[in-house]
T-cell receptor
Framework: NAGVTQTPKFQVLKTGQSMTLQCAQD?????MYWYRQDPGMGLRLIYY???????DKGEVPNGYNVSRLNKREFSLRLESAAPSQTSVYFC????????????FGPGTRLTVL | DAKTTQPNSMESNEEEPVHLPCNHS???????IHWYRQLPSQGPEYVIH???SNVNNRMASLAIAEDRKSSTLILHRATLRDAAVYYC??????????FGPGTRLSVLP
């Protein structure tokens, strides 16, 4: 099993450009999550999807949109990138309730100039 | 804001035990305590979790205070590969984890 995969691994954008970060999991998990991590900080939840067809805002949703394409895939879109969105983005999946062990992808390092 | 507080950093010598503390004074009765760690340039990985009783697994032990307002992650014999940022999270349903800045553990050879 590949676990949680993310593409791309690195990306440089100019201010105002748009892009979509892709995430897929092969563990048949119901829930998927997008986090961002700024240098020296902990992770902050952007959006999550409790199950296929549902999405909810996390702590820092402004400037992002998400799509839960199917049970496996959860994408994060930046419509008009800003330098403040320079960060490392992590996707995760899990089964909520009790333990809710979340499995994280390797991350996408995004720089917005 | 994170619902837990941890020391910013700790140091340990290789092959010695490490006790990483966490305060969660506002924890509710149904909140679990989760520990994750993040190795350099990687995403976080699950370490251990618990509710009321102490827990052991192959990676670590979790000691939970009787009043549940604090807990301690115990690495029995630290190795260089255990150098990471350790996050303590208290959460009920696990749908909105709040990761604070964590504790950066350095392991000295």
């Amino acid at each position: 099993n590949a676990g949680v995969t993310q593409t791309p691994k690195f990306q440089v954008l100019k201010t105002g450009q748009s892009m979509t970060l892709q995430c897929a999991q092969d563990m048949n998990h119901n829930s998927m999550y997008w986090y961002r991590q700024d240098p020296g900080m902990g992770l902050r939840l952007i959006y999550y999807s409790a199950s296929e067809g549902t999405t909810d805002k996390g702590e820092v949703p402004n400037g992002y949109n998400v799509s839960r394409l199917n049970k496996r895939e959860f994408s994060l879109r930046l419509e008009s990138a800003a330098p403040s969105q320079t960060s490392v983005y992590f996707c995760a999946s899990g089964m909520p309730g009790g333990i809710n062990e979340q499995f994280f992808g390797p991350g996408t390092r995004l720089t917005v100039l | 804001d994170a619902k837990t507080t941890q020391p910013n950093s700790m140091e340990s010598n290789e092959e010695e035990p490490v006790h990483l503390p966490c305060n969660h004074s506002t924890i509710s009765g149904t909140d679990y305590i989760h520990w994750y760690r993040q190795l350099p340039s990687q995403g976080p990985e699950y370490v251990i979790h618990g509710l009321t009783s102490n827990v052991n697994n192959r990676m670590a032990s979790l000691a939970i205070a009787e009043d549940r307002k604090s807990s301690t992650l115990i690495l029995h014999r630290a190795t260089l590969r255990d150098a990471a940022v350790y996050y303590c999270i208290s959460d009920n349903y696990g749908q909105n984890f709040v990761f604070g800045p964590g504790t950066r553990l350095s392991v000295l050879p």
